[in-house]
């Protein structure tokens, strides 16, 4: 099995627990003091890119990761001549083709477009109480800098303060608050998409939604994800709010209403309750029953009045994959993310995260052949997000071309919010009076950020300056230090963007092709179908040498 190394010496950073295949920490922890690449990256910025201790080393790149199949054996194209993609202003000029010309700019819908500033999406956010604590940060944060973000699954269901009369919702605090965070600071970039599971249905989210914003919103429908096949599940530590989510008619487990449970959680031998969601689809036999039932609620959202729809599908089988592809292009929606197995943002059991449904790579090479059938069959393919396990720019860039041209965003879960947490832990410390209402979990500052950064926010943030002066002095008083780190690690990863981007002379995002990669072994090529890297213009590089 190939390991991932925990330390990397060449950028100063240091996994706590061990790193995935995305360089996060399988366990990432909102209280954690550093320093994966992202964490160190939510305030360092783009010079997290760069080897530390410059005029006093050398470094050398490992080129280790040439066994298997994973991300991590894709790797990028270099080409020494030529130029495409420059905007309309500029030439092929030395002078004009510099990394930062590089366009991060991209677009998804088909008949109603949605701007992203750069090709990244955060993943579902939803009832999971790690999401609801640090919302702000990731709102404003995906806000000031011009991505989307995705409310997840059950948000309604489990707020206590939401009223629903009839089974529909009259009353929603918490998704109110989630979105009006956004919209506060959207300024025409980015979009906020409200995900809706089999309860969400049936409590009216869409009716709600479109009857109070309009369309501020998109609407999304959810299949799965790639972190369980069993639906959303948070974990509540209340006997109390236990039986308040089963009145909700949610499965709680074990049952908060038996009488010999209860007696076991008064005793401490059951300390916590785990909330579920329901499987859809279980009443459908058939591919053919599937589509009647996908295209009915499709047609029920839009004559609701929603004119931008997307759907979620998770790590499931070729069967599941091709239904999504060819139902969602049939139904013209929006964006159709894919998310291969191995991330996760919430409560996720171990063992089946770690075993169940296909890896990201294997279920995005296919998803790739599959658009490409329907493309040659004369179909307008369905936009799509990649997503699962995908944390860095380079990981961007390689989901990117291997899906070229179907895809056009990244969806990135724990990456995006580790700056959200770093920055309330971060506030909490500097202004103590805020430590509970962010959430801040440090009682100090680790010595190694005042040492390296410093003891204020515009010593500790690189992009402070950045995020100021687009807002304004005044306003950012209102803006958490969380939404700073999303911006500064934001930057980050646009400026690694640009340079690979730059390296392969492809000035904007939607120029990117499979031929930008290669693969590092047989096995990666054979089952992603990216040609080997000493096959690609093996053939043209012969005819050079034979040339007279």
């Known amino acids: 099995m190939l390991q991932y190394q925990k330390n990397n010496d060449v950028l100063g950073t240091v996994n706590r627990g061990n790193p995935a295949e995305s360089g996060l920490c399988t366990l990432c922890r909102a209280d954690c003091n550093g320093k994966c690449e992202n964490w160190m990256a939510s305030m360092k910025g783009r010079k997290i890119l760069y080897p530390r201790d410059f005029g006093k080393v050398t470094a050398g790149s490992s080129n280790i990761n040439h066994i298997g199949v994973s991300y991590s054996n894709i790797r990028i194209q270099g080409y020494n001549y030529g130029a495409s993609g420059l905007a309309v202003n500029l030439t092929n000029n030395a002078d004009d083709c510099i990394f930062p010309n590089v366009s991060l700019e991209t677009e998804f819908g088909k008949t109603h477009k949605t701007k992203s500033r750069i090709p990244i999406m955060t993943g579902a956010l939803g009832s999971t109480f790690i999401a609801q604590k640090y919302w702000r940060s ?96 948070i974990q509540v530590n209340s006997l109390e709010y236990a039986l308040f989510l089963k009145d909700r008619g949610y499965i ?100 089946m995260m770690e075993s169940w449904g ?7 090479a ?68 805020r430590k509970d209402e962010i959430n801040g979990n440090w009682n100090s500052m680790p010595k190694h950020i005042l040492d390296e950064f410093g003891g204020t926010p515009e010593k500790i943030f690189a992009g402070y300056y950045d995020v100021k002066k687009k807002i304004g002095e005044e306003e950012m008083r209102n803006i958490p230090l969380g939404a ?20 392969v002379r492809k000035f904007n995002v939607s120029d990117i092709s499979r031929d930008d990669i290669f693969s590092a072994n047989r096995e990666t090529e054979k089952e992603t179908g990216i040609k080997f890297m000493t096959d690609v213009k093996d053939e043209i590089a012969k005819e050079i040498l034979k040339r007279k």
Not at 142 to 166: H, M
Not at 421 to 432: D, K, R
Not at 484 to 503: E, Y
Request: glycine share 12%.
């Open 138 to 233: 990731f709102a404003v944060g995906a806000a000031l800098v011009g991505f989307p973000i995705v409310v997840g699954e059950n948000v309604v269901g489990i707020d206590k303060d939401a009223v629903i009369e009839n089974g529909k919702i009259v009353k929603a605090p918490e998704l109110d608050r989630r979105i009006e965070e956004y919209l506060k600071y959207y300024d025409g970039y980015g979009a906020i998409i409200i995900q809706m599971n089999v309860e969400d249905t049936r409590n009216g989210v869409a009716e709600y939604v479109i009857n109070k914003y309009g369309d501020n919103v998109i609407i999304e429908l959810k299949w799965g994800q790639g972190a369980k096949n069993i639906g959303g599940e």
């Open 252 to 351: 709680v487990d074990p049952d908060p209403s038996i009488k010999e449970v209860q007696e076991a959680f008064k005793a401490g031998a059951i300390k916590a309750f785990a909330r579920h969601s329901r499987l859809g689809y279980t009443d459908l036999n058939s591919v053919d029953e599937v589509r009647e039932g996908f295209m009915k609620a499709i047609d029920g959202l839009r004559s609701l009045g929603y004119k931008r729809i997307t759907l979620k599908t998770g790590s499931y089988g070729m069967e599941a994959l091709a239904m999504a592809i060819k139902f969602a292009t049939e139904a013209k929606l929006d964006l159709l993310t894919i998310d291969g197995s191995g991330g996760g943002t919430g409560m996720s059991p171990w063992n």
């Open 358 to 364: 296909v890896p990201s790579i294997n279920l995005h």
């Open 366 to 433: 296919k998803a790739y052949e599959y658009g490409k059938i329907l493309e040659d069959l004369g179909y307008d393919v369905v936009d799509m997000a990649f997503a699962g396990g995908l944390a860095k720019e380079d990981q961007i860039f390689k989901a990117l071309a291997l899906g070229a041209p179907f895809t056009k965003l990244v969806c990135m879960g724990r990456g995006l919010m580790i700056p959200a947490f770093l920055g309330a832990n971060i506030e909490g410390v500097l202004y103590p009076d």
């Open 484 to 503: 700073i780190a999303v911006w500064t690690l934001a930057d980050k990863l646009s400026a690694g963007l640009q340079q690979l981007m730059a390296g």
